[in-house]
């Protein structure tokens, strides 16, 4: 009976704490590609989607994307091998992949809890869940971007 009850608060603190996080302050925001494609759109385009207008005409990609938030996981190990590295943020309602390229020279990568700011092409990964295959992540006070943007 005790491990039953154990058990079930364990759960309850979990579940509690993926709801927080879910919850967590923080924003994201989506604006369509075709809408950054020559200068005089992304003269009118928020300022947030910058990093995108390098790639804009190039990609294939529906909408460059901003998400903020706290980091939640952590790939630590890359199970294809291609360098790319993956954490999962959570901000304003929701959970988001963030997909750092192996041409971004990130030094490491953000421990859970850290506050990041990601803004990238949304994509289909390869484990079938969207991401945000990011052109610029922040946090710690530095900005990094793909060789591309």
Same mark, same amino acid.
């Given at each position: /009976?005790?491990?039953?009850?154990?058990?079930?608060? @364990?759960?309850?603190?979990?579940?509690?704490?993926?709801?927080?996080?879910?919850?967590?302050?923080?924003?994201? +925001?989506?604006? =369509?590609? %075709?809408?950054?494609?020559? =200068?005089?759109?992304?003269?009118?385009?928020?300022?947030?989607?910058?990093?995108?207008?390098?790639?804009?005409?190039?990609?294939?990609?529906?909408?460059?994307?901003?998400?903020?938030?706290? @980091?939640?996981?952590? +790939?630590?190990?890359? =199970?294809?091998?291609?360098?790319? !590295?993956? %954490?999962?943020?959570?901000?304003?309602? !929701?959970?988001?992949?963030?997909?750092?390229?192996?041409? /971004?020279?990130?030094?490491?990568? =953000?421990? @859970?809890?850290?506050? @990041?700011?990601?803004?990238?092409?949304? /994509?289909?990964?390869?484990?079938?869940?969207?991401?945000?295959?990011? +052109?610029?992540?922040?946090?710690?006070?530095?900005?990094?971007?793909? +060789?591309?943007?």
């Amino acid at each position: /009976m005790k491990r039953i009850a154990l058990a079930l608060l @364990v759960v309850v603190v979990l579940l509690g704490g993926v709801a927080a996080a879910v919850g967590a302050p923080g924003a994201y +925001q989506r604006y =369509p590609r %075709v809408e950054v494609l020559w =200068p005089k759109q992304q003269a009118r385009a928020p300022g947030w989607t910058r990093p995108c207008w390098y790639t804009a005409r190039w990609t294939d990609k529906t909408y460059c994307e901003h998400v903020s938030g706290r @980091v939640v996981w952590v +790939q630590r190990k890359d =199970p294809d091998g291609d360098g790319d !590295r993956h %954490v999962l943020i959570a901000g304003h309602y !929701r959970l988001r992949i963030v997909k750092m390229a192996v041409s /971004m020279p990130i030094p490491g990568l =953000p421990r @859970v809890g850290t506050k @990041v700011d990601a803004v990238g092409w949304l /994509m289909r990964g390869g484990s079938g869940h969207e991401e945000i295959n990011s +052109q610029r992540v922040s946090w710690g006070g530095r900005s990094w971007t793909t +060789q591309a943007g």
